[in-house]
């Protein structure tokens, strides 16, 4: 199934200037326009800023998770804890690979979970999970309410 993702944003918050580079132009080949922070403080900012304006295209953030200032495990509780932004997909991203990280991330809403270096293949597995499954099951849901 094709990924049309042309019309989304997709925020990056990540506090290495090298990997941010890498990540926008992995997120960038598949049409998303990419919004860049270097911190969870930044990121507030920008998602204070998607969140007044009418139209806001926002559809994702992609976080790292240690990060100085405000760190991405909080990013993603403050952004859970915001209903108008019950719609906007959550990744965690991480160069630690304990098990334990992805636990915590699941039960804190985070709709995904990477473990740098990130690969295009994988990123487009988990974009395609994201954006073509998860619209179905939300669909799904919505004929299921109405019958």
């Not at 630690?96 to 270096?117: H, S």
């Amino acid at each position: 199934m094709k990924l049309d993702l042309e019309k989304k944003t997709i925020l990056v918050v990540e506090d290495s200037d090298l990997i941010r580079k890498e990540v926008r132009q992995i997120f960038e080949s598949f049409g998303l326009k990419v919004i860049e922070a270097s911190n969870g403080v930044e990121a507030l900012k920008v998602i204070e800023e998607e969140k007044s304006k009418l139209n806001s295209d926002l559809a994702a953030i992609s976080s790292d998770i240690n990060m100085p200032k405000l760190d991405g495990i909080k990013l993603l509780e403050i952004v859970r804890s915001d209903s108008s932004f019950s719609n906007i997909r959550f990744i965690l991203l991480t160069a630690n690979k304990e098990e334990l990280l992805k636990v915590a991330a699941q039960c804190m809403r985070a709709d995904g979970f990477f473990i740098k270096p990130l690969t295009k293949e994988l990123v487009e597995k988990e974009l395609k999970r994201l954006f073509v499954e998860k619209s179905t099951d939300r669909l799904d849901a919505l004929l299921k309410k109405s019958i």
